[in-house]
């Protein structure tokens, strides 16, 4: 999605004078920047990003499950650099920990430390709370259709 967006080719115009509406690619990404700006900015009163957020989530919906670095990497969609810097500052945070896997003694296996588990309702409150937001401005049926719709393109892209 990322190339798709990214790699559209623009008009033969002067930028300033483009009209970007009713083109996919940049619809798509001028939402999702404005939807990832608008919780950046609720999530810091936590003192959280929206990755950290991701991240916390995962592990704290696979709480009983072992999730390493390499996993944690494929359910958010991004590469062991970008994750690695991420879990290092987690850590940092106190936010989560490591611990090296008992059956594999090259994995660390992360876990939320009592500091990640204090804050993750409060965060995942906030993220709820601009979900509805969201989703209040179409009306039920339009609601579901955008969820199956972008579940739909995800799987196609995957």
Same mark, same amino acid.
């Given at each position: 999605m990322y190339v798709l967006i990214c790699q559209t080719p623009l008009p033969k115009k002067n930028y300033m004078d483009i009209d970007r509406r009713g083109n996919f690619p940049p619809e798509l990404r001028a939402c999702w920047i404005k939807l990832n700006s608008t919780f950046q900015k609720n999530l810091q009163t936590l003192? /959280? +990003?929206? @990755? *950290?957020?991701?991240a916390l989530?995962?592990? $704290? &919906? /696979?709480? @009983? &499950?072992?999730l390493c670095q390499k996993n944690l990497a494929q359910l958010m969609f991004t590469d062991s650099n970008n994750i690695s810097g991420l879990i290092r500052r987690m850590e940092k945070l106190k936010l989560i920990t490591?611990?090296?896997d008992t059956k594999d003694k090259r994995k660390k296996i992360i =876990?939320?430390? @009592? =500091?990640g588990n204090k804050i993750f309702p409060e965060a995942k409150k906030i993220a +709820?709370? /601009?979900?509805?937001?969201? %989703?209040? *401005? %179409? $009306?039920?049926?339009?609601? =579901? =259709? %955008?969820i199956l719709f972008l579940q739909q393109i995800c799987t196609k892209l995957c």
């Open positions: 003192g /959280l +990003t929206p @990755d *950290q957020f991701t989530r995962w592990i $704290n &919906e /696979l709480n @009983d &499950e072992p490591r611990e090296t =876990k939320i430390t @009592d =500091k +709820t709370a /601009l979900e509805n937001n969201i %989703l209040s *401005q %179409l $009306n039920t049926v339009e609601s =579901k =259709k %955008l």
